[in-house]
């Protein structure tokens, strides 16, 4: 069973960078699909992005397009997401998830796609 561990969050002013990072343990994700998520308090879950396995292809929502970058290194079993220019709406609790099963490209930003998430680490962008 894969165990997927976030950190890297915290406090940081608006304008500013933080570079989230998800450890996998227990086995490779190597050939897993990989997304990042976040909830804000009060807030429905939000898709932020994803990573396939196979070729490498990205995807983003909408409202960190241009702004975040995500990137993994299978060599170290860990997927990252590089968030620029952050935002007091980027606020958030981010979690990491993995996708298993190999699901469709077009089903990269439902949340129901991911069978294994992390605990979260909180972000929390300053004015």
């Known amino acids: 069973q894969v165990t997927l561990v976030e950190s890297g969050g915290g406090l940081v002013q608006a304008g500013g960078s933080l570079r989230l990072s998800c450890a996998a343990s227990g086995r490779t994700i190597s050939m897993y699909n990989m997304g990042w998520f976040r909830q804000a308090p009060g807030k429905e879950r939000e898709f932020v992005s994803a990573i396939r396995w196979r070729g490498g292809s990205v995807y983003y929502g909408n409202s960190v397009k241009g702004r975040f970058t995500i990137s993994r290194d299978n060599a170290k079993n860990t997927v990252y997401l590089q968030m620029n220019s952050l935002k007091p709406e980027d606020t958030a609790v981010y979690y990491c998830?993995?996708?298993?099963?190999?699901?469709?490209?077009?089903?990269?930003?439902?949340?129901?796609?991911?069978?294994?998430w992390g605990q979260g680490t909180l972000v929390t962008v300053s004015s």
């Open positions: 998830a993995a996708d298993v099963r190999d699901s469709a490209w077009y089903t990269s930003s439902d949340g129901a796609t991911y069978d294994i």
